[in-house]
């Protein structure tokens, strides 16, 4: 198939790429590539990949047509980023994904890319037919984009789990990969809100997740799934002591409120009843992370020798 993945050159986009790559389809990138050429360099041995260098907020009818399928990852991702962005949140997640809509066509599958964040705080469990309450800009930003990908014909929106794991472009900010870093390079992590839930799923399964679209899309054209597994439910206390038992650090529970303000139960039923379970442990994304970090420091300068 032709695919075209908006935010190709992101933490999931490259993964995802490189899975469309290894199953022989034509795969085109488009990305602002903000975050520099070097982590999408490996995909240039793959002949039938394609880079097209475009922010989303500059979009062109061109650089949608003849696609078959379209991933929409593009977006300001996570509630920090957001925040120091407010505007090219707006501009980039909802206005971007408005100018999208524009110039694809009935016949083109659309796969959006959405969160659980937009579930805010919720009492219940919360399923794809809960009532949302955002509480952040990325998750207002998120789901007004999903509501409008909703309006194509053939669409479907993932609400992922926190996603975590190593990969060509590495987030620094989302939950474990954060929690482990600190916990190995500093021996220590400041909890907030130390009990709220979150819900956690590694970047392979949530590749595996796209990839089931291509597999079976008249089941899940026009359907809005939950994507993550009832395991990875666990609160920030939990994350720490799952984490404590591979790395040695200090626990430090911080009565101060956390500006990112979420605490949810996620039922993931609806996924798993079309065969979608992880195959990913917590421990051994906590494994491989603690391995990345013993060895590598993000902060740390290139040296010329």
Known sequence: MN?????????????????????????????NFMYGYDAALFLFRYPKVDFVKRDLRNLEKD?????????????????PACEANPHS?????????????????????????STTSIY???????????????????????????????QHAQSVAFRFATIYGV???????????DFVMRAVQERSLVLFDSKSVRT??????AIRAYLMVLEMPAKMIGQVYNVGCEQG??????????IKQQVEFAIIDSTVPDL???????NFDKITALGFSPTKTLQEGIAELAKLFRFFKPTQPYRVI
């Open 233 to 242: 439910n666990l609160s920030k206390l939990q994350l720490a002591r799952e």
């Open 89 to 113: 949140a707006q501009a980039i997640n909802v206005a971007g994904t408005e100018k999208l809509l524009s110039f694809i066509t009935a016949g083109q599958l659309l796969i959006y890319a």
């Open 260 to 266: 990112d303000a979420r605490n949810f139960i996620i």
């Open 120 to 150: 805010g705080q919720s009492s219940s469990i919360c399923n794809e037919h809960t009532n949302i309450a955002p509480a952040s800009l990325y998750a207002v930003t998120k789901y007004a984009a999903e509501l409008l990908c909703m």
């Open 167 to 177: 990969a060509p472009r590495m987030r620094w900010d989302l939950m474990p990969n």
């Open 3 to 31: 695919i075209l993945v908006t935010g190709g050159a992101g933490y999931k986009g490259l993964a995802l790429t490189r899975a469309l790559l290894e199953l022989g389809h034509q795969v085109t990138i488009l990305d």
């Open 63 to 79: 650089d949608v047509a003849g696609f078959e399928v379209i991933y929409h990852l593009a977006a300001i991702s996570g509630f």
């Open 200 to 205: 956690f799923l590694h970047l392979d399964d």
